[in-house]
């Protein structure tokens, strides 16, 4: 069971919440966590390249599906798989949270 | 599959980061705190710039010795002539200018680790609240005989990011057909494992389309395996018939002594030295000077860190990233170091405000180009596990594979570089 209890789905309500305030300031980026922060490293938003999109102008929902998608039933040769292999449903949920661009 | 109560850690945990990610850009307690960051490479620039925006009140000084710069990724792409070097090429000033940081150009000479204080050639005495150590690698001059630091521009390594790579591109160009080319891979650890390789690739590449065939690449290894090494092999075997012989430790293929002015070159129980029209030896390695001499390194030469934040095991309040740092089984890889840079700094910001310690999870990619319009790659998700840096998933590009995929990765490399250089260095 990845990230499916009461506990796991309050706590990431509660994250949104708070990150949502984080979401509304006016830095570069509003990413905090290490992890998210790599991610940044290929995916800036100003480069935004076909091959390595700007994940702050994919939505969350967008986002989760893109790293299931790599996680659960990759492409041959997907870098992506190499990295998410070993995410949880929480992981990704809280990448995209601190990733995608902010909700309307 | 995790069971639920590490579910219910994982989600405290979260909300930990959560909360330290909330405090990090709104602190406020923390005014007046100072870091210096020496090195503007990759790990350095990127540290500098995560502080700054994580923890706002904190005044970050970067100091580098270089002007300016160029990149060890697609150094070997210039050398081949497949990019002019003005594309890789930073200034170090616009970098510190580009992330907000007040930026330094000077050389440090000493650095107190008890009192976190730096001295530099240009007489400054700074004090810091912490230090990050980014000051990249040092050449072993000891380890091959005949080759000195001040006669090696005659045997270019090229992996310092300085003019060598501009000598590596003129030399090459002017090799004549049937000549033999020799690059020496160093031992482990070095600075970017698949660098060597992806030279030979590139080396042959421009050879091969300037007509130039009968042109013979020796890599002359110190060790038995080197990164992606079945890939390499294969596609030397595909796109570079008979043109590149890679020779292991175990075959003899030690450099153990170099001619400078005949650019004749011995390998380990060898009769006869071989004749080289250029030799690139790229010299077994160690942590910068630097390091040394602030007493952040061991017995192995690197500095050993605690994987959770990267601070030095020796010194509390000094920090090392990238390739200075003892940080197996990550690369000593630009990416790699940009990774531990953004660590580092989550570390600081959250010791600054009191929040809690970031969990540390890094990320590596690194690609290699092997011709012009192919490129193979290797990546790695990091944590801690045991105290110990652990590689949770990973993998490279697959053996047997289309053009379609190598040319993908080639773009992917393409704007891979775009982007990481926009991500440490902005518009410098």
């Known amino acids: 069971m990845r990230m499916g209890s009461h506990l796991g789905s309050l706590m990431r309500a509660a994250i949104s919440r708070s990150l949502a305030v984080v979401l509304a300031s006016a830095a570069p980026t509003h990413a905090a966590t290490p992890l998210a922060l790599s991610c940044l490293g290929c995916h800036q938003p100003t480069v935004n390249a076909p091959e390595l999109p700007a994940l702050s102008r994919l939505s969350r929902d967008q986002i989760v599906l893109a790293l299931r998608q790599a996680r659960d039933a990759p492409q041959p040769g997907s870098i992506m798989a190499r990295l998410v292999a070993k995410l949880s449903d929480g992981d990704i949920d809280a990448l995209a949270v601190e990733l995608a661009r902010p909700p309307p | 599959m995790m069971t639920g109560v590490r579910v219910g850690r994982r989600a405290l945990l979260q909300w930990g980061l959560a909360a330290a990610a909330l405090r990090g850009p709104f602190a406020r307690a923390s005014a007046g705190q100072r870091v210096i960051v020496i090195g503007a490479g990759f790990g350095g620039a990127t540290c500098a710039k995560y502080l700054h925006l994580l923890s706002p009140t904190t005044a970050v000084t970067l100091i580098e010795q270089r002007s300016r710069f160029l990149t060890g990724p697609f150094s070997n792409l210039v050398i081949a002539n497949l990019r002019g070097a003005a594309s890789i090429r930073r200034r170090s000033a616009a970098v510190g200018t580009a992330h907000g940081v007040s930026t330094l150009i000077d050389a440090v000479t000493d650095i107190d680790p008890v009192n976190l204080a730096i001295q530099t050639s240009g007489g400054r005495k700074l004090r810091a609240d912490c230090i990050v150590v980014a000051p990249g690698i040092a050449m072993r001059w000891d380890a091959i005989a005949g080759l000195e630091a001040r006669h090696s521009d005659a045997m270019p390594h090229g992996w310092l ?10 030399r090459l160009r002017a090799i004549p057909d049937g000549a033999t080319v020799l690059i020496a891979a160093p031992p ?17 590449w421009a050879l091969a389309n300037s007509g130039r065939r009968r042109v013979k690449i020796i890599v002359a290894d110190a060790k038995d395996d080197f990164s992606k090494s079945a890939l390499f092999r294969y596609l030397w075997d595909t796109l570079y018939p008979g043109m590149i012989e890679w020779m292991a430790r175990k075959s003899g293929g030690e450099v153990v002594r170099v001619d400078t002015r005949t650019g004749e070159v011995w390998l380990r129980d060898a009769a006869r030295p071989i004749q080289t029209g250029l030799a690139s030896i790229i010299p077994p390695q160690q942590a910068a000077e630097l390091a040394q001499r602030a007493d952040l390194t061991d017995e192995s030469g690197w500095c050993p860190v605690d994987p959770q934040s990267f601070e030095s095991t020796r010194h509390a309040g000094l920090f090392v990233i990238g390739d200075a740092a003892l940080a197996a089984p990550m690369p000593k890889s630009a ?18 405000s ?14 290699s180009l092997v011709s012009d319009n192919e490129a193979i790659s290797v990546s790695g998700y990091y944590a801690v596990v045991g105290g110990r840096l652990a590689e949770l998933s990973g993998g490279l590009s697959p053996l047997p594979a289309d053009e379609v995929l190598r040319r993908r990765e080639a773009r992917q490399a393409a704007a891979w570089y775009q982007s990481i250089t926009t991500d440490s260095f902005g518009d410098s």
């Open chain 2, 188 to 204: 482990n650890p070095y600075r970017c494992p698949p660098g060597p390789y992806e030279r030979a690739s590139l080396m042959a």
């Open chain 2, 354 to 367: 009191g929040a809690v310690p970031p969990a540390a999870r890094l990320l590596n990619t690194c690609y």
């Open chain 2, 335 to 352: 990416f790699a170091a940009t990774s531990q840079a953004k660590l580092c700094a989550c570390a600081i910001a959250a010791r600054f």
């Open chain 2, 161 to 170: 990011g300085d003019a060598q790579v501009l000598m590596l591109r003129a």
